[in-house]
T-cell receptor, first 114, second 110 residues
Framework: DAGITQSPRHKVTETGTPVTLRCHQT?????MYWYRQDPGHGLRLIHYSYGVKDTDKGEVSDGYSVSRSKTEDFLLTLESATSSQTSVYFC?????????????FGPGTRLTVL | QKEVEQDPGPLSVPEGAIVSLNCTYS??????FMWYRQYSRKGPELLMY????GNKEDGRFTAQVDKSSKYISLFIRDSQPSDSATYLCAMRSTASKLTFGTGTRLQVTL
């Protein structure tokens, strides 16, 4: 987890409220990713960023938006949280894209939507 | 059918045993294979990375890839209680995103 922090680490919220999760890195890596991890599904990519203000969708992007205004910060927003978004969210970083891309993960944020 | 299949376990072994963890996959375009270890309430950490068929060894860990059978394995020799964790396989083709297995939970008992 060195060089990557996520905040908050735990959050309980109610259906319909907006939620923003933050990922902060000190490695100056170009690429940043948001995943969610659920039992029976493993890690699934939500969104990723390949530079400041450059983002793209992953396989489970519906209901999520992201922003990256600085190299070190990548924000994940749930505009109107639903119970299906209860999950553990992981941020990952890498310094290259492609076959040799090695991703390093943060400690995770446990989100519960009631 | 999922692209990557991994038995969720749990797998319980005594200390000192040899552990075999496995994944099968259906996408023949996958060329690069990784194993991550995830301790409880922590993020995954990369253990092994390989891109060719055959074996790759790193200390007590050996990663094995059989592309003809679409089957990868991670062997842990002389297993220790500190190896107790969930092990995730991950793989990709040359241009695709990383696809993860669901993870196998391993418990090494004293």
């Amino acid at each position: 987890d060195a060089g990557i922090t996520q905040s908050p680490r735990h959050k309980v919220t109610e259906t319909g409220t907006p939620v923003t999760l933050r990922c902060h890195q000190t490695e100056n890596h170009r690429y940043m990713y948001w995943y969610r991890q659920d039992p029976g599904h493993g890690l699934r990519l939500i969104h990723y960023s390949y530079g400041v203000k450059d983002t793209d969708k992953g396989e489970v992007s519906d209901g999520y938006s992201v922003s990256r205004s600085k190299t070190e910060d990548f924000l994940l927003t749930l505009e109107s949280a639903t119970s299906s978004q209860t999950s553990v969210y992981f941020c990952a970083i890498s310094d290259q894209r492609g076959p040799t891309d090695t991703q390093y993960f943060g400690p995770g944020t446990r989100l519960t939507v009631l | 059918q999922k692209e990557v299949e991994q038995d969720p376990g749990p797998l319980s072994v005594p200390e000192g045993a040899i552990v075999s963890l496995n994944c099968t996959y259906s996408n023949s375009a996958f060329q690069y294979f990784m194993w991550y270890r995830q301790y409880s309430r922590k993020g995954p950490e990369l253990l092994m990375y390989t891109y060719s068929s055959g074996n790759k060894e790193d200390g007590r860990f050996t990663a094995q890839v059989d592309k003809s059978s679409k089957y990868i394995s991670l062997f842990i020799r002389d297993s220790q209680p500190s190896d107790s964790a969930t092990y995730l396989c991950a793989m990709r083709s040359t241009a695709s995103k990383l696809t993860f297995g669901t993870g196998t939970r391993l418990q090494v008992t004293l």
